[in-house]
T-cell receptor
């Protein structure tokens, strides 16, 4: 469904460059999450946000920056990309503060860093 | 923090047979356990979930069981079909603000 969209779907960049991955949701969900997916590691939480202007670190935050000026957008920035950040990045959202509500994922961004 | 272990990493079953995937978790405070199915190149899709106040939940051919004492939960798929072939992930709440901690996935192969 189109409730949560990520862009771009594919990105190739070079080490040291800054790159921003976009996430937009139309459900007005308060919670949003960024995960990365690597072979052998499953999905790991990078950053999350409980509301506009409220963000916090997850399991693997080093090298990433997030912001959330509007409820519907949650961009993820790699300030100086490294090869170890080559991965598939998924954004997800959840309706509210209750942790036993489902998270729904976007289609992902496949990022390659040369 | 939370740690989720998932087994097996690969499971091959004959079409029509049942498949069982097992997960254990470490944080006794976890209270939500979803299962996601991911086809190649696609997003993880929620297929079933269970909350800590329930021991079993069923949705057609899919069921999940939860044993909070032993801290393990399992996915059961009956009468498997070719379209069930995918990677399945279990998860538990335990990340920041109850973000999900995922197992490493099970590649389910349905043999015709």
């Amino acid at each position: 469904d189109a409730g949560i969209t990520q862009s771009p779907r594919y990105k190739i960049t070079e080490t040291g460059r800054q790159v921003t991955l976009m996430c937009h949701q139309t459900w007005s969900h308060s919670y949003m999450f960024w995960y990365r997916q690597d072979l052998g590691h499953g999905l790991r939480l990078i950053y999350y946000s409980a509301a506009a202007d409220i963000t916090d670190k997850g399991e693997v935050p080093d090298g990433y920056v997030v912001s959330r000026s509007k409820t519907e957008n949650f961009p993820l920035t790699l300030e100086s990309a490294t090869r170890s950040q080559t991965s598939v990045y998924f954004c997800a959202s959840r309706q509210g503060a209750n942790s036993n509500q489902p998270q729904h994922f976007g289609d992902g961004t496949r990022l390659s860093i040369l | 923090g939370e740690n989720v272990e998932q087994h097996p990493s690969t499971l091959s079953v004959q079409e029509g047979d049942s498949a069982v995937i097992k997960c254990t978790y470490s944080d006794s405070a976890s209270n939500y356990f979803p299962w996601y199915k991911q086809e190649l190149g696609k997003r993880p899709q929620l297929i079933i979930d269970i909350r800590s106040n329930v021991g079993e939940k069923k949705d057609q051919r899919i069921a999940v069981t939860l044993n909070k004492t032993a801290k393990h939960f399992s996915l059961h798929i009956t009468e498997t079909q070719p379209e069930d072939s995918a990677v399945y992930f279990c998860a538990a709440t335990g990340g920041g603000a109850d973000g999900l901690t995922f197992g490493k996935g099970t590649h389910l192969i349905i043999q015709p």
